[in-house]
């Protein structure tokens, strides 16, 4: 049997008269929302992620993206059903601990630290390029006082983030819409090149993208709306979760693949070649077709949408390793440092904890991020999906959650199509993650499951509203 969490009794063992530490609730759907598109900084990812797909699919840049927000679809159902019914700042590992099992919820765990403690830093060291028209600074130090600033946002009151991050995003949202409207103003080509599948070629000729190199490709697409499941991290600090995170969830995902796939497509149409295309720089083509003013503005939104992501994501990352303490992943002397909560709810040595290594990481060569990347996020879906597949079982049947259309036709389609989309990843980043994940199954076979009874048992906070009316049905 699978060594899962059971629903009806407290996952953590407290003394008595203390309860499990818990996030306050201080944000709705709109709070939560802003937050979530920017993790998904729409305008970082159409910037820096988006010209790498460029490079290595050319016009079927586009059709990829478009395939990946479909798959995300199917992504978004199940972390709205296992969002609402499990609300934990811990995300997915406490959605997959209590579907199936400890083991995989812990490596779950792994695969998600791995994707945001990573992520952050590479972006941030993006900002220097995008602050080049004004002023010429190293990417590296750009980078690390990026991480900073972000973390010091996050040792703040999470209503006040939501309306930091909230202006930042209206800025990328714009300079999103600036190069839409320019590439389709100036295209050269018609919406047949969207399927066209070229790419130029080392010797500057068109060459074919292949059906293989598309799927391939799908695990960065994937990457390209994932900040969507940042509602789930927070929904112990939305209001009604039980509501609210799927409103959350399916919205984000909406908003972002728009603002994504939109210019995507205006770029391909804009392009004056396929090698211009395939380069890849969409700063210059926004000069290009304007002028060097507006690429100016464009550049400098861009820059406040990394500094946006970089608030965003040591947020997630700390509530993540946060609801970890709480759950008994570490040595208790470890535990209690970061599970501590500071003056404006937040909890602030975790935010420290993910802040700081992160500046650090700015200095260190992270070429693999993105392949690594892609087979994390593949590989943390994969297992959400089979979590998807378990959670209508015993008394998670009656749960209190939205469900999710076409249960079980979604989480098993998605589980195929995820599984084959692994298999053709590169070895090298195949292996990269695979050793991670190999050195972290040796932490749970040596240290958290010979103490199964005093760690890593998730804890799934009662919702304040359900539990009272409990209580006052009870006493009837």
Request: charged share 10%; proline share 5%.
């Amino acid at each position: 049997m699978t060594d899962t969490l059971r629903p009806a009794a407290p996952a953590v063992p407290h003394a008595a008269g203390s309860s499990p530490k818990t996030l306050k609730r201080s944000i709705g759907v709109v709070g939560g929302t802003l937050l979530t598109l920017s993790c998904v900084t729409p305008a970082s990812t159409l910037f820096v992620v988006v010209p790498d797909l460029f490079g290595s699919l050319g016009t079927a840049t586009a059709l990829t993206i478009a395939i990946g927000s479909l798959l995300c679809i199917a992504v978004a159902f199940c972390y709205s059903e296992l969002g609402t019914l499990i609300p934990s700042a811990g995300g997915e590992y406490a959605m997959v601990s209590t579907m199936a099992g400890r083991l995989a919820g812990w490596l779950v765990f792994v695969l998600s630290l791995l994707v945001v403690m990573i992520v952050p830093p590479v972006i941030a060291m993006g900002t220097a390029d995008y602050l080049a028209p004004l002023v010429h600074l190293d990417p590296s130090l750009t980078g690390a006082g990026v991480m900073l600033l972000a973390t010091l946002a996050g040792l703040l009151d999470l209503r006040a983030n939501a309306w930091i991050t909230g202006i930042f995003l209206v800025l990328e949202v714009i300079a999103a819409a600036v190069v839409a409207v320019l590439g389709f103003a100036h295209g050269h080509r018609g919406a047949g090149s969207l399927v066209s599948m070229q790419v130029a070629g080392a010797d500057g000729h068109a060459d074919t993208v292949t059906a293989m190199l598309v799927v391939s490709g799908l695990a960065i697409a994937l990457f390209v709306t994932q900040g969507f499941s940042t509602a789930v991290y927070l929904s112990e600090e939305l209001e009604n979760p039980r509501r609210n995170v799927a409103r959350t969830v399916l919205a984000t995902l909406a908003i972002s693949s728009v603002i994504i796939l939109v210019p995507v497509v205006a770029i391909t149409f804009g392009a004056s070649d396929l090698s211009e295309l395939t380069g890849g720089d969409i700063g210059s083509m926004v000069t290009a077709w304007s002028n060097s003013a507006v690429g100016t503005f464009v550049s400098l939104c861009v820059a406040l949408a990394i500094i946006n992501a970089g608030i965003v994501m040591v947020i997630q990352n700390s509530r993540v390793l946060f609801a970890s303490a709480r759950d008994k992943a570490w040595p208790e002397p470890v535990n209690n440092v970061f599970s501590k909560l500071g003056r404006f709810g937040s909890p602030w040595v975790s935010t420290l904890a993910v802040g700081v290594p992160g500046a650090v990481l700015c200095f260190v060569n992270l070429d693999t991020l993105y392949g690594v990347t892609g087979v994390s996020v593949t590989g943390m879906y994969l297992l959400v999906a089979i979590a998807a597949l378990l959670s209508r079982r015993g008394a998670h049947r009656h749960g209190s959650a939205w469900r999710m259309p076409l249960w079980p036709a979604v989480p098993v389609l998605l589980i195929a199509v995820l599984a084959y989309i692994l298999t053709q990843q590169e070895t090298s980043y195949l292996l990269w993650t695979g050793g991670i994940t190999a050195v972290a199954t040796l932490y749970w076979a040596l240290y958290l499951r010979p103490r199964r009874d005093t760690r890593w048992l998730v804890s799934i906070p009662e919702d304040a509203q359900e539990a009272e009316e409990a209580r006052e049905a009870h006493a009837v």
